[in-house]
């Protein structure tokens, strides 16, 4: 079968190999992969700069979907034909978050792949309204948004960073629960189409660096309750001027160097700071539900044919992606 690994070289980040396809233990299925996509991870651990290091040679990749095409001895969950998609935490099924367990792409071979045998537990089955291209967008971002914007209701205003994977999730959850969304992004094609999947007001940060101030205006200067955090410590600062007293702020991700957190303010605010870590299968069953129930569809930007993987990592590196870039197995 054909895969990608991880150079470790210098060379392009991932490149073409063989390797044999697996065969299912017991209590495992194998998956024939027909979709998967990529998150700002799988960049990082391509070109070595994750904080975990990955050993050369290594599959990329979290977020997969396919079909079961064999089922190891006493799999009860799925049979042959079934579809399904991948976990980000393999092993983490309910409850709160146990511990960092052995991810894909970092200390297993994930699904960047023709095929993949997995234990049965760690996949989840596909809402039938999807693709498979859609399907691989879930299991990483949508996840991260869900559990970014849990709690989130009718009436409650909720400030998205951007325009990437996870920040399109969070707006379109948190429209499906009635919220009213802010965003931030670095282009007026960017801002338009916010707008179009529901986002009332786009402030440009590139533009307006003070968007925390322009966030309480447009919110008649009570803030946001809720901030769903991309930039980490380059827009911490201005999140916290953003919010409003006694306001969330989820920690995701921590892609913008700043100078981090003013803490007095932090306190003036009376916030509170959750970091989130994607979320359990529980929790992707749940979302999963409500995806079919509302019959969302992911925003993908663009897909690229298996054997032009390459361009896909080239592509995500660019920025100029609006949503999720996905790979056609
Ligand atoms: N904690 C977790 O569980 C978890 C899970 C998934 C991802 N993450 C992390 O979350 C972050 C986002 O992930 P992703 O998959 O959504 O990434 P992505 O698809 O690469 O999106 C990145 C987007 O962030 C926006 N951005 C960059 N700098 C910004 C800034 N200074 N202010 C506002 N927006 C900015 C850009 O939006 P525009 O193009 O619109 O400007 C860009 O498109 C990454 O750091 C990732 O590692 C964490």
Not at 192 to 202: E, F, I, K, M, P
Not at 212 to 224: D, S
Not at 240 to 251: D, H, V
Not at 261 to 280: H, K, P, W, Y
Request: with cysteine.
């Amino acid at each position: 079968m054909q895969t990608f690994q991880v150079n470790g070289d210098g060379g392009p980040v991932v490149a073409p190999v063989e390797r044999p396809v697996p065969v299912p233990s017991a209590g495992e299925v194998l998956v024939r992969v027909k979709a998967s996509s990529l998150n700002a991870r799988d960049l990082r651990i391509a070109n070595g700069t994750y904080p975990v290091p990955t050993p050369p040679g290594r599959i990329p990749l979290s977020d997969g979907a396919g079909i079961v095409e064999a089922v190891g001895d006493g799999v009860s969950r799925f049979r042959v034909g079934d579809r399904v998609m991948s976990t980000f935490h393999p092993t983490w099924i309910y409850g709160a978050f146990p511990k960092w367990g052995e991810l894909y792409g970092v200390q297993r071979d994930g699904w960047l792949t023709e095929y993949i045998a997995v234990d049965e537990q760690s996949v989840v089955g596909v809402p039938e309204h999807l693709s498979f291209e859609e399907a691989a967008t879930l299991p990483c971002a949508a996840l991260t948004a869900w559990s970014a914007v849990s709690g989130v209701g009718a009436g409650d205003v909720l400030l998205v960073q951007g325009s990437g994977g996870v920040s399109v999730f969070a707006l379109q959850f948190a429209r499906l629960a009635g919220a009213r969304v802010l965003a931030t992004t670095s282009s007026a094609e960017k801002a338009r189409r916010l707008g179009a999947l529901g986002a009332s007001d786009v402030v440009d940060y590139v533009s307006t660096p003070e968007w925390g101030a322009q966030v309480r205006a447009l919110t008649g200067g009570r803030g946001a309750d809720l901030v769903v955090e991309i930039g980490g410590a380059g827009t911490i600062s201005q999140s916290i001027a953003a919010i409003t007293e006694g306001g969330r702020i989820s920690l995701v991700g921590n892609l913008a160097s700043g100078g981090g957190m003013d803490l007095t303010r932090f306190f003036q605010r009376g916030a509170t700071l959750r970091a989130i870590t994607v979320g359990s299968r529980s929790d992707f069953e749940q979302m999963n539900r409500v995806i079919s129930r509302h019959q969302l569809r992911p925003v993908v930007d663009r897909v690229f044919p298996f054997d032009e993987t390459p361009d896909a990592f080239s592509h995500f590196e660019k920025g100029s992606r609006f949503g999720k870039v996905v790979i056609s197995h």
